[in-house]
């Protein structure tokens, strides 16, 4: 590394570490995270989230020993927030999405509110309104109780604690503990948040130099050594040097003036040289300064940077998007659990329909298809074509492929 870029990245580390702050308390972060998605300097953080949000799109259904269960339930999926008349997108996929990007770009504290119940084909009361609240709004209270509980806080939406979330409301905390206050927000416990405010106090102080340095410098030597050693000058006084720098101004008033330089010609002795001087600042845009870390935001989004081994003298560096993937399916697994509690919800509520409240439910999705490489679909064919596969789940399967 270039010893003018050590010295730069030194003086510049050695003050970021003392500009960054990561907030303490829950609703600082929640702010802080939306401020940082609002103008991601980096172009990696938002962009990547998205792509979790997207790829974690799948469709639900649900399935039970009972078909005309089934094909109430799974209407009423397609149907869910439909009572809103296109305020908010209906149907269970743009709630899964509301609940991911709560999850990955916000509090990560995804709570689900069921606004309205409403009776449906057959009396069957079920959930017809529900969102999912602004994770950054909640604030929690310590429960006036002697009693060790697991849960010992009461949630409401408003500072004052009025706005109490005690029902038809199904908590998520995908990154804490059943007992913790307030959940960690995923983009701050995986360092995400760190490694955006050094790249950002970094291209802050690029902009600060642009704004500060000379960008352009116009250079007149005028003399010549040989001119000097023949004794013929000694040099150019201050007065002559300053009377150039005058023809020169009003040479570039006129210039600036109109567009038509045909009538603007210097004439000058040969001992004078004319050099236009950019000053370097090359150092400080060198990509190096940001690697470090962008290769902690890739890392904290499940990007692992594995080194291996190509030959015994070289070695290459690999992003392993597995983490990431991982991650992406405990999104679908963590909203699939939170339709788990709605049907135990919804059985609750229709106990008196006992050919329908005991019948076994459970909750399937379609396969994440984003992470497909085409040697993975190429496997498929094959196992289709040697009878391995029926014909109906390879057109299903190709369906959820062309829907997703």
Sequence with gaps: MDANLNVIMGLIFNNLTKKIVVPADYQGRCLAIEQMLKNDVTGLVDSLTDFAVSAASVNFNVESENPNYSEILNKWLEDINAGYNGQVPMGINALATEYYKERWKASSFPVLKIAKWEPVTGGLLLPTKMFFVDGSSIHAKEKNTDVVKLINYDYYLDSEGKLKLDKDVIFNRPYGRFFDKYPDQYLIKRGVYHNFQIIKLIKEKQGEILNEIQPYLLHIAKGSPDLVRANLKTGYTDEELGEVVKQFKELKTKLDETLSNKDKIRATNFDEVINHIVPDISAMFDKKLNESAERGILAGLGYIDVIDSVSSSRKESILNPKAFIEETKEGVK????????????????????????????RVVSSSITSF?????????????????????????????????
Excluded: P
Excluded at 377 to 386: D, S
Excluded at 392 to 404: A, D, G, R, Y
């Design 334 to 361: 963590g909203f699939k659990q939170v339709l788990k509690q709605i049907l135990y919800m919804i059985n609750e509520k229709n106990n008196k329909h006992t050919k329908y409240a005991n019948a076994i439910c």
């Design 372 to 404: 497909m490489t085409d040697d993975f679909k190429n496997q498929i064919r094959l196992l289709w074509e040697r009878g391995q596969l029926s014909n109906q789940t390879i057109v299903n399967w190709l369906e959820k492929l062309i829907i997703m």
